[in-house]
């Protein structure tokens, strides 16, 4: 299984990249974001993992204009900078994950793992998801409400369809977190409130009916009341 990890502080690259090694990957190395574009722009990997600040273009940068190529390599952002402004940010740009410097190896190749392994599984079948007048197309990813199309971020269309296949039931921050993006729950930010009230404003404000409902202390559930 191919990588391309890119980091532009030479010992943290080497040992990262050793680690991985030594757990069966193949790993392609970048010191900053130029190199690391072009790399992934002309090879296919399973994953990619970036710091956030490197030479060049930074990650977020790079992020983003990976994701204009159409490219859905799952990406993997590391970074010294942990507010929910900038995982936001991060995760907005089209990362699949984040995880805040310092960190242990371990928690890195869990990361890897899920989000390798997420990466490989394909799904081929078009679907549509329905709830009240709200319609969500697998395939095509796009969102309708009373015929009305709702632009999502890649992060809030993942979290409406997993609300919509849970309807009815309540579903937990750490829920969310581990099942909708494959991340552990970290109870020091509000990333999972953020993007909820991201996604209620666009899905429910202009309407009159709410579909997106808090259950206090315990978490979020799509439903009519």
């Not at 080497?14 to 900053?32: F, M, P, R």
């Not at 679907?127 to 007048?133: I, K, P, T, Y």
């Not at 409400?145 to 579903?171: D, H, P």
């Amino acid at each position: 299984m191919k990588l391309l990890l890119i980091e532009d502080e030479p010992k943290t690259l080497q040992s990262i990249k050793q680690g991985l090694e030594e757990n069966g990957y193949e790993v392609d190395i970048a010191y900053d974001g130029l190199i690391g574009r072009q790399l992934a722009r002309n090879n296919t990997y399973q994953l990619i993992i970036s710091d956030i600040i490197i030479p060049g273009i930074n990650g977020i940068e790079l992020c983003r204009e990976i994701r204009t190529w159409g490219d859905e390599t799952p990406i993997l952002m590391l970074t010294a900078l942990g507010t929910t402004d900038d995982k936001v940010t991060g995760l907005d740009a089209g990362a699949d994950d984040y995880l805040v410097k310092p960190f242990e190896f371990k928690e890195l190749l869990a990361r890897v793992r899920a989000l390798t392994k997420r990466g490989s599984t394909v799904s081929h079948t078009a679907q549509v998801l329905r709830f009240a007048d709200l319609e969500v197309s697998l395939d095509a990813k796009t969102v309708h409400r009373s015929g009305n199309k709702i632009n999502l971020t890649a992060r809030e269309f993942n979290l409406l369809v997993y609300l919509i296949r849970n309807q009815g039931r309540v579903i937990s921050k750490v829920e969310i977190a581990e099942q909708v993006w494959d991340i552990g729950f970290d109870t020091g930010t509000n990333v999972i409130e953020v993007y909820v009230n991201y996604l209620r404003k666009k899905i429910d404000k202009d309407y009159p009916v709410k579909l997106i409902h808090t259950q206090f202390g315990m978490g979020y559930v799509l439903k009519i009341e």
